[in-house]
């Protein structure tokens, strides 16, 4: 089993602030996703990172594949109300794909 | 396309009923998996399979929990029989391995499920 560590567990910020969240693991992935989960929905597939050092942006959001494809971070720039969630990632590899336990993120205004 | 589509959206039972959860995953997607979320665990793994073929059922709790894909439209998880334990919200997900390296998962709205 593929374990991911995610952190922070909890991010509590105001409107306009930046962030970083992170997700970790002693395995090397063939690929990367993270996903964003609002309440009372499934998660929804924002990006996937394949190659190692790979950075891809999406609007404000940032996200960089670690160079050993073993981690992963999502950046927020000038986070707002609206990208309040749960940020999850997922790694695959050997057949096989698992989801960390999620940075739960809550923006005020 | 419509989407992963579950039903029912909200099952409330009582301990010892059966209970069974539907999906029909999106057209043309080979792979399909049942997850498992709940505060205390997140999100847990139960079954999945590719091409209507179970491959690896290891997340499924116990003897109580069955999966079952009859066709490539249609997948159910039974419970039988419930517990107050089982009480989460279970999700349904499907994904197609082209190009092979993406395993990029789409998911249906769950379904919320109380056992009293």
């Known amino acids: 089993t593929q374990l991911l560590e995610q952190s922070p567990q909890f991010l509590s910020i105001q409107e306009g602030e930046n962030l970083t969240v992170y997700c970790n693991s002693s395995?090397?992935?063939?690929?990367l996703q993270w996903y964003r989960q609002e309440p009372g929905e499934g998660p929804v597939l924002l990006v996937t990172v394949v190659t190692g050092g790979e950075v891809k942006k999406l609007k404000r959001l940032t996200f960089q594949f670690g160079d050993a494809r073993k981690d992963s971070s999502l950046h927020i720039t000038a986070a707002q109300p609206g990208d309040t969630g749960l940020y999850l990632c997922?790694?695959?590899?050997?057949?096989?794909?698992?989801f960390g336990a999620g940075t739960r993120l809550t923006v005020k205004p | 396309d419509a989407g992963v589509i579950q039903s029912p959206r909200h099952e409330v039972t009582e301990m010892g009923q059966e209970v069974t959860l539907r999906c029909k995953p999106i057209s043309g997607h080979d792979y399909l998996f049942w997850y498992r979320q709940t505060m205390m665990r997140g999100l847990e793994l139960l079954i999945y399979f590719n091409n209507n073929v179970p491959i690896d059922d290891s997340g499924m709790p116990e003897d109580r929990f069955s999966a079952k894909m009859p066709n490539a439209s249609f997948s159910t998880l039974k419970i039988q029989p419930s517990e107050p334990r089982d009480s989460a919200v279970y999700f349904c997900?499907?994904?197609?391995?082209?190009?092979?390296?993406?395993?990029?998962?789409?998911f249906g709205p769950g379904t919320r499920l109380t056992v009293t």
């Open positions: 997900a499907s994904s197609s391995h082209q190009p092979a390296s993406s395993y990029e998962q789409y």
């Open positions: 997922a790694g695959a590899g050997n057949n096989d794909m698992r």
């Open positions: 395995s090397v992935f063939s690929s």
